[in-house]
């Protein structure tokens, strides 16, 4: 699941690809996205890329590559904004149906349905953690009053507090162990120790699943995949929403 500016820079450069071949400058993109500075674009393209819509291509300026398209714009590719000062309002026009980021992608399929066997049960000595979906990006996790299902997790995982369960969506954590379509076990909390695995919010609109490293004032989001750049931000800019302290995997 996309935030509306990913998606709205997503279709951006597949429109000026079709038109021209050529993905459109970061000066270009930043001001057909209204954005204040290109390092928000950077931040856009990173997510992307995370989440296997673009790749980027080495040694060449410019060069992104799209390799898919979110579900509903799998149809007829869109077509080409101008290159004046309307592109971003064309851009706009093709964010169909209001669409509107949140942090948890579903509360549609139950957990049966895609876990079977792991939903909670008394006789099974199971404690029941609410699946909220797939960690995407878009509001806190707070702001989320309901779920989908509960899964069944072991007592010996749970600790103090309250916990929630999230589906892994892509790869930039694989060399930690975790997978996609794993599930998490986050413990809700707003600090964490240098090193752990936590769900961040950046900038109030992207939620992301990393490894947390602060050094004096700034704060830096690690990848474990050697295919994706540790972030940097300000402690202003990422807010803690939990831990990690398990996980769920079914073969």
């Known amino acids: 699941m996309l935030t509306a500016k990913q998606k709205e820079l997503l279709m951006l450069i597949q429109a000026r690809l079709q038109e021209t071949g050529v993905p459109p400058s970061f000066d270009e ?8 500075s290109k390092s928000g674009i950077h931040r856009l393209i990173t997510a992307l890329e995370e989440r296997g819509f673009i790749r980027r291509l080495p040694h060449r300026a410019r060069a992104l590559e799209i390799i898919k398209l979110p579900e509903a714009s799998a149809g007829p ?38 876990y079977p066997g792991l939903q909670t049960n008394v006789t099974s000595g199971g404690i029941g953690v609410p699946l909220m979906g ?5 509001v806190p996790i707070s702001a989320i009053q309901n779920h989908a299902s509960d899964i069944a997790c072991p007592p010996d995982m749970l600790g103090p507090g309250e ?3 999230l589906e892994v969506k892509g790869d930039s954590m694989i060399d930690a162990g975790i997978h996609e379509g794993d599930i998490v076990i986050i413990r809700r909390q707003e600090t964490a120790n240098n090193g752990d ?14 490894r947390l490293r602060k050094k004096g004032a700034s704060v830096a989001l690690e990848a474990a995949n050697p295919k994706y750049e540790t972030r940097i931000f300000g402690p202003d800019q990422v807010d803690i929403q939990g831990r990690l302290v398990g996980l769920i995997r079914k073969y």
């Not at 000062?85 to 957990?111: C, N, R, T, V």
């Not at 797939?134 to 878009?138: C, D, K, T, V």
């Open 163 to 165: 916990h929630f369960a």
């Open 134 to 138: 797939r960690i995407a990006a878009g």
């Open 197 to 210: 695995i936590i769900v961040a919010l950046v900038e109030k609109e992207e939620a992301t699943l990393k």
């Open 77 to 114: 590719a869109p077509s080409a904004p101008p290159a004046s000062s309307g592109f971003a309002e064309s851009a706009q026009q093709k964010l169909s149906g209001g669409f509107q980021p949140s942090i948890i992608e579903g509360g549609g399929k139950k957990a049966g349905a895609a």
């Open 29 to 36: 993109m930043k001001v057909a996205l209204d954005l204040k």
